[in-house]
């Protein structure tokens, strides 16, 4: 449960920062505040992106040093 939590804000959170850097971008900003916004998107995309690479490695590393039977029942 902790784990699809984590995943379910990190969707959200990686959806109201794009939604939000689309309407900077076509709102009435200077050019600052748009690359401003466009860093912040490019920052947090990012490292949601690394996270979440993370996250895989972990969970493909514990599976993998789980013995062949305990691997079957986990799956059934």
């Known amino acids: ?39 912040a998107r490019v920052l947090v995309n990012d490292s949601l992106f690394v996270l979440c690479a993370i996250s895989l490695a972990i969970c493909i590393f514990k599976i993998a040093k789980m013995s062949s039977a305990n691997v079957y029942l986990e799956s059934k």
């Open 1 to 39: 449960v902790p784990l699809r939590l984590g995943f379910l804000l990190a969707s959200v959170f990686f959806l109201v920062v794009n939604v939000t850097c689309a309407m900077l971008v076509q709102g009435d900003a200077d050019e600052s505040q748009v690359k401003d916004a466009v860093l």
